[in-house]
């Protein structure tokens, strides 16, 4: 039973517009939500996380929101870059556990 | 400098053998981790230390054993290795503190068996 879904596996976008990659969540004891990137033959790099106490971070060019009662988070890229292209991975844990659980996936691709 | 780093890079090897992967963080982390991402690139969980303590082990096969000499270094021994055991492995590290759990990946190591 998969407990973090990135229900679109691809995602196709035009340089300087958003980017807007979803995930899903259905464990509600998830606490914490990270996002990470990985180029390929690369291991994921951490972009950015947000505490279930918030419902939005920011960092840069990347936002995160989250939405509890929804158990849904996004990650928003603006602008997009081609250096954005990538596998964006979803990521959570629970309150008090550092065991990470994540999604699928989601290949970004933006084009000039 | 490399963060979390692990050799091989590389690993083709015949089923039946034995074979190690290591994994070196100089971050100062305190806790470690072996991941799997299989053929369908999902990233899963194996094992985790703290201090060189076993905080996590998921359902793995008892063939696969993590050793820690030391809260910088992570290792992954594998026994009689099968084609299934075929993934790139992910160690990673991090600073359990104030709640938050970002975890440090090391490039993987690609592992085939034949």
């Known amino acids: 039973d998969q407990q973090v879904k990135q229900n679109s596996p691809s995602l196709s976008v035009q340089e300087g517009r958003i980017s807007i990659l979803n995930c899903d969540y259905t464990?509600?004891?998830?606490?914490?939500f990270l996002w990470y990137k990985k180029y390929p033959a690369e291991g994921p790099t951490f972009l950015i996380s947000i505490s279930s106490i918030k419902d939005k971070n920011e960092d840069g060019r990347f936002t995160v929101f989250l939405n509890k009662s929804a158990k849904h988070l996004s990650l928003h890229i603006v602008p997009s870059q081609p250096g954005d292209s990538a596998v964006y991975f979803c990521?959570?844990?629970?309150?008090?556990?550092?065991?990470?659980?994540f999604g699928t996936g989601t290949r970004l691709q933006v084009f000039p | 400098d490399t963060a979390v780093s692990q050799t091989p890079k590389y690993l083709v090897t015949q089923m039946g053998n034995d074979k190690s992967i290591k994994c070196e963080q100089n971050l100062g982390h305190d806790t470690m981790y072996w991941y799997k991402q299989d053929s369908k690139k999902f990233l899963k969980i194996m094992f985790s230390?703290?201090?060189?303590?076993?905080?996590i082990n998921e359902t793995v096969p008892n063939r696969f054993s993590p050793k820690s000499p030391d809260k910088a270094h992570l290792n992954l021994h594998i026994n009689s290795l099968e084609l299934g055991d075929s993934a790139v492995y992910f160690c990673?590290?991090?600073?359990?503190?104030?709640?938050?759990?970002?975890?440090?990946f090391g490039p993987g190591t690609r592992l085939t068996v034949t």
């Open positions: 464990n509600s004891m998830f606490d914490y």
């Open positions: 990673a590290s991090s600073h359990i503190s104030g709640g938050s759990y970002e975890q440090y």
């Open positions: 990521a959570a844990s629970a309150f008090n556990t550092d065991k990470l659980i």
């Open positions: 230390y703290n201090n060189k303590e076993l905080i």
